[in-house]
């Protein structure tokens, strides 16, 4: 099980959350179809917010306290690339709304995560795997 500094996910969020503000402001797909690849790319553990927490950020703030499973986090990526895609599916077809729902709902999710530390996909991965079957609880 891969460990991650919890304070990662937490400055993507911060930035995740700045980048979909500005599309909902701007109503830019380009700028939704660029977080949809950071989405993508996080949830192949090469996130680019992470790259920069982890050289420009990290070392600043010395080691964490505690770490965390990587799967959780990469859990709610892989949602925010669903929120992301489904946005983009908006902008396509001209249907606004459905494009700036899923813009927010993305941004909401991403808002709690970066300001109160409480990650929404992260908690549905916790969710999902206690109702599989043959899981103890």
Avoid: H, K
Wanted: with cysteine; charged share 10%.
């Amino acid at each position: 099980m891969m460990q991650i500094d919890p304070r990662g996910p937490r400055f993507g969020a911060a930035i995740t959350t700045l980048v979909l503000a500005a599309v909902l402001v701007t109503r830019s797909p380009w700028l939704l179809a660029l977080q949809g690849l950071v989405f993508a790319l996080g949830a192949l553990d090469t996130s680019p917010y992470g790259l920069v927490y982890r050289r420009l950020v990290r070392p600043r703030l010395g080691p964490p306290g505690e770490l965390e499973d990587a799967a959780p986090p990469r859990f709610a990526q892989v949602v925010g690339l669903v929120f992301a895609i489904a946005g983009l599916i908006g902008f396509a077809a001209g249907i606004t709304p459905l494009a700036l729902g899923a813009t927010a709902a993305a941004l909401l999710a991403a808002f709690l995560n970066a300001a109160f530390g409480f990650c929404l996909g992260c908690e549905m991965y916790l969710i999902i795997r206690r109702l599989q079957p043959g899981r103890i609880q």
